[in-house]
């Protein structure tokens, strides 16, 4: 097992920096957070944990680096910390969390002699702790010993991915954990404008939604059913009529046409349509 580095020091004070800083806690590891604005450092300081307002403090007491900062801010922090990079005592490990850039955005604080890597968590991250959660690692050696250390210690798996590949990887867990949401946004909404309450138009609505996440574990895109798998382009019709074409909805019609001629396409490539009804369902689509 890696060997547990003893002080951890976390950039950035948002949802992320305060789930890290949980659960290094929890784990009884030397935690400290340092944020730019006193009301972000409350929630710290009420958590127990040291909230340092001086970042060249931050460095000198600090083994393991956490920027937990937006993509846009990653560079420029890093930028900035190189500036105060102390001559001792200085951090040996660096990790950004940000899923979609690689290693090289903290290239200067390599040439400081500190081994960078990427530690990004592959969850929707909320409030607390979450129990599993996989976490792509990508970097230099050291960087990612560390970031299989600190998963450990939260008791996360890790996985290594190609720093090239990172925003085609990052846009896959953005298309299943991110677009996901206005889609059952707008089947929430028409459920309601059916006379659904709201409560019961949302069990509804996740029930669905959870139940064919399920069946898609177990079987893949052989899972999918509803009209356009069948070449059904009568009730397709009903439902572009239902939504409407208003400003309001027009995203979400245009959403449902490109969506209706995805399924069309996967029922044909597993031969549970023919091209004439796969015509069929893209004219109607169109």
Not at 136 to 156: E, I, M, N, T, Y
Not at 269 to 285: H, P, Q, S, V, Y
Request: charged letters at 25%; glycine letters at 8%; proline letters at 4%.
């Amino acid at each position: 097992m890696p060997t547990l580095p003893h002080r951890y020091g976390i950039i950035g004070a948002g949802r992320a920096a305060g789930i890290l800083a949980k659960g290094l806690r929890s784990a009884r590891a030397d935690v400290r957070v340092w944020a730019r604005r006193s009301e972000c450092g409350a929630r710290f300081t009420e958590m127990g944990i040291p909230v340092v307002r001086d970042e060249s403090a931050l460095l000198q007491a600090t083994d393991v680096l956490l920027l937990a900062v937006s993509d846009g801010a990653i560079g420029r922090v890093a930028d900035r910390l190189a500036d105060l990079w102390p001559e001792e005592n200085q951090p040996t490990i660096a990790l950004h969390l940000a899923g979609a850039l690689s290693c090289h955005h903290l290239s200067v604080l390599r040439e400081r002699g500190c081994s960078v890597g990427v530690f990004h968590p592959v969850a929707a991250l909320q409030d607390a702790v979450p129990e599993m959660v996989e976490v792509s690692l990508s970097g230099d050696p050291a960087a990612r010993a560390a970031g299989v250390a600190l998963a450990q210690l939260f008791g996360w798996r890790t996985f290594e991915i190609d720093d090239e590949r990172r925003p085609a990887f990052h846009c896959a867990l953005s298309l299943a954990a991110n677009d996901i949401v206005p889609l059952l946004k707008h089947a929430e909404t028409l459920a309601v404008n059916s006379g659904l309450d709201a409560g019961a138009a949302r069990t509804i609505v996740t029930d669905l939604a959870r139940g064919i996440i399920d069946a898609y574990a177990q079987y893949g895109d052989g899972c999918l059913t509803g009209p356009a798998s069948r070449g059904d382009a009568d009730t397709l019709m009903e439902h572009f009529r239902a939504v409407g074409d208003d400003e309001e909805r027009e995203g979400l019609l245009a959403t449902h046409r490109l969506l209706s001629i995805a399924c069309a396409r996967i029922a044909h490539a597993r031969g549970r349509l023919d091209e004439k009804l796969l015509d069929l369902i893209i004219r109607t689509c169109r």
